[in-house]
């Protein structure tokens, strides 16, 4: 592993792409756009997913799982929807090679679709389809699916994580009765995406709605949690949408209320994707690597043996047993570095990029003092402290990080929040102290499309807390009752 | 829910359709030869997933994600490996749609990929590309990775969960430095289906080595567990490859040896889908629907009230509550079925369907005496049993129920291979009495075709404790060293 990378005030773009590359979380893949995501960033993803996946359950969700492909004409059924994903789908058109007879291998124009095949971008055609099958009296609802799998949308610039043109997501899919239970749903599903963004990402989030221009294709309304990067760009963290009567409309789902009357069914959906790890490593981390969250980190504690002599390291072995034992019964994963290929210095390094939340270095003279080395990597402090004990203190001091991690967010956020109320100082503060800009805006698609093409800044959300206030807009002077949040974008 | 399904005497295979359309594991979706896994389906994959994933990673490997779409010349590399996919694959040509003017959607002959690419049928290219790129020596080595994921065969037949077109899997794929280390690792996973076929799911596999003419494209090696079904057929529930050196030097994996010494890694491949849940049905369920194994059942008991006033299910509830707390601390799932809107026969008839292992019964008079009715799904026995020790009871019985699950399909299967030393016998078998034929062969692929040809009947394995014996082919009379497993096959 070579040393150091580019330094994020340097070049913020080029420090997160060199992360994501020497942290051995992803690497571009030969297909346009796609990304190899590698056992370490895997991982990450498979805590995060092991976190959500409990908390569906929790809220009486159930998974299941549809088809990668959608035939076209489901997929034109829902007029903006189609409008929304034509322009960026893969399609398939063919089910079989063959050889040319040249040694070439090429697509075998006698084996053409008579339909071709959307790979999915996201499933609400197919899962409404199915569900006029599932869904005949107000007995079959509410129906509280979820899905994980793969969607690919075909993107012209990609970006490891944050977007690219296959992804791995989650995708809900909610049928009620009532439009005010659908609300609910939506309501319920930002919620639990806002708390695992705060309280296991340690990644502080504004909950809020998209302004029309943002809206899912075929929402009626779209809620979403916005989060601030370190360049002070935000990232649409997550989307639960209400989706009305469309799909069922579109798809002809209906059903028999209490009273024998018949309506059609009322809709949600809400996804995260590995999206979610590039917030994570673009909120928290600094040019020595990366900085996770304890809850979320693959490895929560490293050990590093310092030792000449194979006696010293039998030592230090022996003693290791026992405080993994100790930690694993708290739940705590711990790693034991032993390799004898490596220097301890370049172990150092090498958790520091990975992000390891603690490690614990042990030399002989520690082994004689009952001590250890115990070094924070979110406040690269690090202290001689007691053996005894020390699986109760790093417990404690886990905690500490995850809070920490969190705080430092926050207050990030906090001082990057600003409320403007002139155009001027909305596109100066956009170039020098870029961050969430709160003003007040006309409320038209037209004026947002304005101020997006003139300064890139887009409205992240108009907060669910907001108060209501007096204004006028920044660029149209018209009157406004709410301030909203702009940001640019990821 | 409609009551009743075909009987498996009558129809083989319209049971097993109508049993995973009844009991709501999965349906047909509208695109040719894919499925709808239903929530209940699905949730047997979930368990499988979860036990799989945790003897994977006890035996070392991690898990990663690769690219959905693979590059047509990366699949042509590998010269058997294309054959054997190429005729089967789906294709995409293009990446967007447009709208034509009149209002129709079409494939935007504008967006055509200069290089179609290939849905992945299995990822032995796509990865070995990757892998040129992580290994340089033999410390990067041995590389243990896996990946849950999506795959597309576009086969002619289908049937659910058996052959689908799209189905879900998990693929093995691990990079040596040695041919015996590669060779003991693709042992190793054989081992570990074989442990989860039998102790998990209760199905008894005669483990094995595949004939040259049913060996995965790419392999020197196919190791796999074969199943006996109810109906005499036999089913591959999950194969190991040793893949030799053959997609080292297709993609040019190269790695110096501890002498300094270059050589071409050494490779395996192994994988299950959720062809395991076909088989999963087939060996245990009957006529009244689906027995599953307790380890795998998504609902392992449920209880059901029988009360005509609302008193007496507070009364019963509150029983419930002590019994649902005592079995959640032993691991055991359990669901209380206190709908008012079915009658107990119909909710009986529903688990029965279900396969839900042991069925807990309440009524007043039960209450008044201390004891419930408890049911076994797998016997069909009912008996009235003590409140008291309940959880205890239960706990030991699920424990019965698994091993006499097991207990069943071995010995069904014992009485289902036979030893046949001629060809007619063979066949008359065949048709008499379908199994496990156990016969000597000449070793010939060009025998065991025309055996194929003539009888349907396939070389299942050679299986891995066979013993060596003198005999001649039952085809050709020419001389053999030992017997071979036959059987018609899913």
């Known amino acids: 592993m070579s040393k150091g990378i580019v330094s994020k005030e340097e070049d913020y773009s080029a420090w997160y792409n060199e992360l994501v590359i020497k942290a051995d979380l992803a690497e571009y893949a030969p297909v346009k756009g796609c990304m190899v995501i590698k056992p370490y960033g895997y991982s990450i993803w498979e805590k995060m997913q092991s ?3 409990g908390m569906f359950k929790e809220t009486g969700h159930v998974n299941a799982y549809f088809p990668l492909f959608i035939p076209k004409s489901f997929f034109s059924k829902e007029a903006s929807h189609v409008d929304g994903f034509a322009k960026e789908c893969a399609v398939v058109t063919h089910y079989r090679l063959k050889n040319d007879g040249n040694g070439n291998i090429v697509v075998d124009e006698d084996a053409k679709l008579e339909e071709e095949l959307i790979v999915r971008p996201t499933s609400e055609t197919i899962i409404w389809n199915t569900y006029r099958g599932w869904i005949q009296s107000y007995r079959d609802l509410p129906i509280l699916v979820n899905q994980w799998a793969n969607v690919v949308r075909w993107e012209m610039r990609t970006r490891m994580f944050l977007r690219t043109t296959e992804f791995l997501w989650q995708e809900g899919h909610t049928a009620h009765a009532t439009p005010e239970e659908a609300i609910a749903e939506t309501e319920q599903m930002l919620n639990v995406y806002a708390d695992f963004a705060e309280n296991w990402m340690g990644v502080p989030v504004v909950r809020g709605k998209k302004s029309a221009n943002e809206r899912f294709a075929g929402a009626l309304e779209t809620y979403c949690i916005e989060a601030l990067m370190q360049d002070g ?3 649409q963290a997550g989307t639960s949408h209400f989706l009305g009567q ?9 059903f028999t209320n209490k009273v024998n009357v018949q309506d059609f069914v009322w809709a949600t959906s809400w996804g995260v994707s590995t999206r979610l790890i590039g917030a994570l490593i673009m909120a928290h981390s600094d040019d020595a690597g990366l900085v996770l969250p304890p809850k979320l980190a693959p490895i929560q504690v490293v050990v590093v043996p310092i030792y000449k002599h194979q006696e010293e390291l039998d030592n230090i072995t022996e003693y290791v047993k026992g405080l993994t034992k100790e930690l694993k019964a708290k739940g705590i994963s711990i790693k034991f570095d032993n390799r004898d290929t490596h220097r301890p210095g370049a172990k150092f390094a090498e958790y520091e990029l990975k992000g390891v939340p603690l490690r614990v270095a042990i030399g002989s003279r520690d082994m004689t003092n009952g001590t250890v080395e115990l070094a924070r990597r979110d406040t690269k402090t690090k202290e001689t402290v007691n053996q005894e004990g020390l ?17 430092k967010a926050f207050d990030f956020r906090a001082a990057n929040t ?10 100066r503060l956009l170039d020098e102290k870029p961050g969430f800009l ?3 805006w006309d409320g038209t698609p037209e004026t947002e499309q304005l101020i997006k093409d003139e300064t890139k800044a887009t409205i992240r959300c108009i907060p669910l807390d907001n108060k209501q206030e007096e204004g006028v807009c920044i660029r149209t002077g018209k009157p406004s009752t709410q301030r909203v949040l702009f940001a640019r974008a990821y």
Chains 1, 2 share one sequence.
């Open 51 to 53: 976190v959500l996946d």
């Open 233 to 235: 760009k935000a990232l």
């Open 246 to 254: 469309n799909f069922a409309k579109a798809f002809d789902v209906k």
């Open 391 to 407: 699986a109760d203190l790093i417990e404690a001091k886990l905690e500490e990080i995850q809070q920490n991690i969190y705080q």
């Open 418 to 427: 600003t409320e403007v109320d002139t155009y001027d100082e909305f596109k």
């Open 438 to 440: 709160s003003a007040h």
